[in-house]
């Protein structure tokens, strides 16, 4: 028998996307992954979307704000030869805990197995929220936080500059708060210095779960509706080429007036 083989259990620590909410849009794969494991990481209310899935597991839930507490408990737990579940909503990898858990082993001189990663992916904002708005992401698209507790805002600011003038569509994420309340007015106004006023925008509140709501307005009237959005709502601002039609937001892909069409 090889070391390898002796070795009692090797830990692995599966980073699970839940997907935006609704049960069917979990992938088969995260829910096997969950159903596999025998610890699940995650904040209370990631853990209330898939409690009938984790009877019987240990649950370890700690509040939003102890990220790197978390991942290092994922890791000590997958240490002692446990198979750990460790859940974010949407997309885990895409402004979720999939960082800060490699950041952590990183940081403590991981060799790559011990133990293993697996990362699941799942339905992030941005592709629920374009789902319910029609087909808003059809040509370039970024995603950029309105989140400035761990990226100064000057870099965002940068970043929404930047994104404006080379006319991608945004997604933008963790768009308002209580406290954060100014954020998305200057967005607005960055934007603004290089796209027209009448530029689509599309609003989506808890997208695919059962109190999603949407909004369609413009650039120029976003003002009105700062009221409806919070820390549970993404917004796709359109590029210069999106437009309205019967209530949906469409970014052309370019096939109406290809050549190739006629070719
Ligand atoms: N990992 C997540 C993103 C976490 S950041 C993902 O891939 O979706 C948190 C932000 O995501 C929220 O402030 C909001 O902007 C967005 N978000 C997450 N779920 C959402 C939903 N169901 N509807 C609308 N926005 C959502």
């Given amino acids: 028998m090889r070391i390898d083989d002796m ?21 088969p794969a995260a829910l096997d ?15 209330d979307q898939v409690r009938d899935l984790t009877g019987g597991k240990q ?4 509040p939003l704000g102890m990220e790197m507490q978390r991942a ?10 446990k198979a750990v579940a460790m859940i974010s909503s949407g997309d885990i990898g895409v402004y979720g805990m999939a960082g800060p858990v490699f950041e952590h082993l990183a940081a403590n001189g991981w060799d790559g197995k011990h133990p293993q990663v697996e990362v699941v992916p799942g339905v992030t904002a941005a592709q629920a929220a374009a789902s319910v708005l029609g087909a808003p992401l059809m040509q370039d698209f970024c995603a950029i936080s309105l989140s400035d507790l761990m990226t100064p805002w000057e870099a965002i600011r940068k970043r929404l500059d930047a994104a404006a003038y080379a006319d991608f569509v945004i997604a933008l994420y963790n768009p308002r708060s209580k406290r954060r309340r100014k954020q998305i007015a200057e967005a607005r106004s960055i934007i603004l210095k290089h ?11 808890n997208a695919c779960r059962t109190d999603q709501e949407s909004t369609l307005t413009t ?24 437009y309205i039609h019967n209530g949906r937001m469409i970014t052309p892909r370019g096939y109406m007036n290809s050549s190739r069409q006629t070719s």
Wanted: proline share 2%; charged share 20%; aromatic share 4%.
């Fill in 195 to 205: 796209r027209a006023a009448n530029t689509p925008i599309g609003i989506v509140r």
């Fill in 59 to 62: 649950i370890v839930s700690m």
């Fill in 7 to 27: 070795r009692i259990s090797v830990g692995k620590i599966r980073l699970i996307g839940l997907g935006p909410g609704d049960r069917a849009l979990l992938t």
């Fill in 72 to 81: 290092a408990k994922a890791v000590k737990l997958a240490s002692e030869g």
């Fill in 33 to 47: 992954a969950i159903c596999c494991s025998d610890a699940v990481v995650g904040y209370d209310g990631y853990l």
């Fill in 219 to 242: 650039l120029g009237e976003l003002e009105q509706h700062f009221d409806r959005i919070d820390m549970f709502t993404t917004l796709i601002i359109g590029n210069s080429t999106s």
